[in-house]
C-alpha cells in the first residue's frame, strides 16, 4: 500500500450541551440539570492511503459528518490526533496550518445552502486560490473559466449568481469551488443526497472522471449504500459514534461481517430485487446523549449475549484489510 | 381493473403565475385497486406531489384543478366544495405528509390529536375516541401505545411520528392513503420499517395506497403498480415488477439505469443528459425529447399513448421493444442493468 497521506489516531470527539443561565442558577438551588455530553465520534482510527476513497456510511447520529468534519478543519478532535500528510490537522490558525488546511477541501450536502446567494459564481470560485496566492487576481478569471469548463459548466456562467442553477448545476460550482484549491483530498458530506437521480447519476460521473485526472484522495459521506459502493475503494460502516466494520468496498459487499452491516443491507430497498423481500432491522436508533452500554448496537442484534452488554468490541482484523467489531469474531458473546 | 377505488381521469391542475399557466398536472389518468398500492414516481418538478394534492381537494389559488376527474368508488370528488369535501377528507381518503415534525402539533398531546381526528367526523364520546385511536397506534406496530398517548410529538423519533402519522390517517379506514414521500426524511433501517408495516396494512385492512416518492427502488420492494410521471404527463404505468425489469418509456429506462447499485463499482453510470425542463419553458410535442437518446423526428408532435400487454401503457413514438428473456432473478445478488 503506498504511504498514507491521511491518518486518524484514536480520535474522539464530545459535544457538552451547557446548561444555560437559567439552570445554572436552578443548580445553584439544587434543581438545576448537569452538562449533557454528546458522544458524536468515539475511538475512530483508520488511514488513508493517497489516490484511495474511502466511504462513510451510517445513519443519523452514527458520526460520519462529525468525522468528515474533523478531517476538514473545522472541528476540533476532543481525544487523538489527525494527521495530513505528516502534519496535525488542527484548526485553521497560523501560517503551517493555513497552508495544509488549503489542501483539504469539503464540499457539503445541500448546494443551495453553501453557495452565497449574493456573490456571482465566478467570485465564490475565485475566492479561495486568490486569498491563498494560488493564481494572481488577474489570472482569476481565466483560471474560473478553466474549473468550470472542468465541471461540465459554460465558461460563460461565472457572472451569474447562484440562484440562476438546479441543484446539480450548483453541486458542480461547489465542486468547482473545491477543486480551485488545488487540494489533494476530498471530504465529500453527502454530495449528491440533496439531488434527483438522474442528475445524481451526473454528479457522481463527474466525481470519478475528476478523481482520475487530478489523482485525489476522497472521504465520500453517505446514507446511501448503492452510491459508496460505486465510488468507493474501502467502506467504513458506523454506528453511534464509533466504526463498527471496515473492509475493501466488494469483499464488504459480497460478504458483510457485523451484524450490523448484514441488517443494514437486508433493510434497503433495492431495485429488481422484488417485493417483501427486505427485512427491516428491529428496535429504533438509540439517541448518542445515552448510547447502550458495551456494543451500542446490542439491543437492536438478533446475536447479542451478556458479553455485549458488559464490554465493547474493539475493531479487530478478520482478514487481510478486513476490521470488525463484533465479539462473535472474538470467542462469542457469553 | 374494474374494482378500483379511485380513478383519476385527465385530471389537469394548473397554476396562474406571472409567466403564464404552469400545466403542473397535464392530463394524468391512473387506477388503483381496494389493497393495492400504486408508486406514484417522478422527479423534483414532474407534478407527483401536486397530483397527490389535487386528489385530495388541497389545491388552493393561484393553482385551480383546470379539468378531469377523481372517483372515489364514483363520486367525483373534483365536484365537492367546502363542507362536503371536508366530510370526504379524513373520513374516506386521508394523506399522509413527507416531514411528521410538520404534521403533528408540538403542543398536544398525541392522545389530543389523534381523538380530535376521530371526533371531527364520528360523534363517540372521548372514551371510545381514546380507544380507537390507541388501537390504530397499536395497528402501526407502536409499542406501549396507551403511554404513547399521553406524549408529545417531541418525545417521540422521527419514524415514530411516521407511524403516528400514518396512525392518524387510518382512523376512519380510509378507502385509500395517498403516501407524499413519507420516509424520505427517515434512515433506511426506519425507512424498511415503515415499509414493511404499509405493505401488511395494505394486504390486511384493503386500504388502497397511492405512494408518492422519487426513489425508484422503494417502489421496487414495496408497490403493485407503478406510474412514472415527467414534466406534469404520465409516460409510463404498469405492474411494478413488468416495469422496473423492461421498461418501454426511455425516460423509466433512464432513471432506473443510472441507480448506483445496478452496476459495477467504478464504472460510468449512463446517464440522462441535460436537466428537467421548466413548466413555463417545455418543448413541443414530447417533454423528454431533448434529453432521450431514442429522440427522432416524430417528437416534436405530441406522443401518443400506445398500449401493451398486461395494461401496461408508455407516452411515446418510439418506445423500447420489450426484454425477451426474463432479466431478472428474484433470489440472485447480482443485478442487471435494468436497460
Known sequence: MPAALLDIDHVSKRFVKRPNLGERIAGLLGAG?????????????????????????????????????????????????????????????????????????????DPFASLNPRIRIGDTVAEGPVAHNIVKAREADTYVADLLGRVGLDPSYRRRFPHQFSGGQR???????????????????????????????????????????????????????????????????????????????????????????????????????????????????????????GCHFHPRCPFAGPRCRRETPPLTAIGPGRFSACHLNTGGTD | MSDAVLRVKDLQTQ????????????????EVGRGRILGLVGESGSGKSVTGYSILGLIEPPGRIAGGEVLLNGKDLTRLKGEAM???????????????????????????????????????????????????????????????????????????????????????????????????ALDVSIQGQILAEVRRLADETGTAFVWVTHDLAVVSSLADDICVMYAGRVVETGPAADVIASPRHPYTAGLLASVPAEHEPGTKLPQVPGSTPSLANLPPGCAFAPRCAKAGPACTTTPPVQHFEDGRTALCHYPIEPVSCQPLSLTSTTYQSAS
Open chain 2, 86 to 184: 371536508r366530510q370526504v377528507r379524513g373520513a374516506q381518503i386521508a394523506m399522509v405528509f413527507q416531514d411528521p415534525m410538520m404534521t403533528l402539533n408540538p403542543v398536544l398531546k398525541i392522545g389530543t390529536q389523534m381523538i380530535a381526528a376521530v371526533r371531527a367526523h364520528d360523534k363517540v364520546s372521548r372514551k371510545v375516541a381514546r380507544a380507537r385511536a390507541r388501537d390504530a397506534l397499536a395497528k402501526v406496530g407502536i409499542p406501549s401505545p396507551e403511554e404513547r398517548l399521553d406524549a408529545y410529538p417531541h418525545q417521540l423519533s422521527g419514524g415514530m411520528r411516521q407511524r403516528v402519522a400514518i396512525a392518524i390517517a387510518l382512523l376512519h379506514s380510509p378507502a385509500v392513503i395517498i403516501a407524499d414521500e413519507p420516509t424520505t
Open chain 1, 33 to 109: 440539570r448537569k452538562a449533557e455530553t454528546v458522544r458524536a465520534v468515539t475511538d475512530v482510527s483508520l488511514t488513508v492511503a493517497k489516490g484511495e476513497v474511502v466511504g462513510l456510511v451510517g445513519e443519523s447520529g452514527c458520526g460520519k459528518s462529525t468525522l468528515g468534519r474533523m478531517i476538514a478543519g473545522i472541528y476540533t478532535p476532543s481525544d487523538g490526533k489527525i494527521v495530513f500528510d505528516k502534519g496535525p490537522v488542527a484548526r485553521q490558525q497560523g501560517r503551517r496550518t493555513q497552508k495544509l488546511t488549503t489542501r483539504v477541501q469539503m464540499i457539503h450536502q
Open chain 2, 15 to 30: 397554476f396562474q403565475t406571472r409567466v403564464g399557466v404552469l400545466k403542473a398536472v397535464d392530463g394524468v389518468s391512473f
Open chain 1, 171 to 293: 453541486q458542480r460550482i461547489a465542486i468547482a469551488r473545491a477543486l480551485a484549491m488545488k487540494p489533494d483530498l476530498l471530504v465529500l458530506d453527502e454530495p449528491v443526497a440533496s439531488l434527483d437521480v438522474s442528475i445524481q447519476a451526473q454528479v457522481l460521473n463527474l466525481f470519478m472522471d475528476l478523481r482520475q485526472d487530478l489523482d485525489l484522495t476522497g472521504i465520500f459521506i453517505s446514507h446511501d449504500l448503492g452510491v459508496v459502493r460505486h465510488v468507493s475503494d474501502r467502506v467504513a460502516i458506523m454506528y453511534l459514534g464509533r466504526i463498527v466494520e471496515l473492509a475493501p468496498t466488494s469483499e464488504l459487499y459480497a460478504e458483510p461481517n457485523h451484524p450490523y452491516t448484514r441488517a443494514l443491507f437486508e433493510s434497503v430497498p433495492r431495485i429488481g430485487v422484488g417485493k417483501k423481500s427486505f427485512r427491516p432491522i428491529a428496535g429504533e436508533i438509540p439517541s448518542p446523549l445515552h448510547p447502550p452500554s
